[in-house]
């Protein structure tokens, strides 16, 4: 199994990005997907979620508007477009599976949002 994210970068507040994970290892076609980040002395959260057809798509409230989950099953990727982006979204971006597999993590892609 293995996660490689990449799309980060540093950008000032209002602009965007438009995060890739790359999954292999697993039939990712039958697998629901989910971004997580992470914050400096923070515990990591849930950011989105995705059905393994895209046909259900869920977003918490901090990035609820803002974000948005798709996936491209041909080619193993799961997005993450963010949009209006704030000083608090600043964090290492992962992605996994649904369930968890809590032994395999990327190297995550770091976005910083700063003025």
């Known amino acids: 199994v293995q996660f490689v994210e990449s799309g980060g970068g540093l950008v000032q507040p209002g602009e965007s990005l438009r995060l890739a994970c790359v999954a292999s290892?697993?039939?990712?076609?039958?697998?629901?997907m989910r971004w997580y980040r992470q914050a400096p002395g923070k515990e990591r959260e849930l950011v989105a979620s995705?059905?393994?057809?895209?046909?259900?798509?869920y977003c918490a409230d901090s990035v609820k508007g803002r974000f948005t989950i798709s996936r491209d099953n041909a080619k193993n990727t799961v997005y993450l477009q963010m949009n209006s982006l704030k000083p608090e979204d600043t964090a290492v971006y992962y992605c996994?599976?649904?369930?968890?597999?809590?032994?395999?993590w990327g190297q995550g892609t770091q976005v910083t949002v700063s003025s």
């Open positions: 995705i059905t393994n057809t895209a046909g259900s798509t």
């Open positions: 996994n599976t649904i369930p968890l597999r809590d032994n395999y």
């Open positions: 290892g697993f039939t990712f076609s039958e697998t629901h």
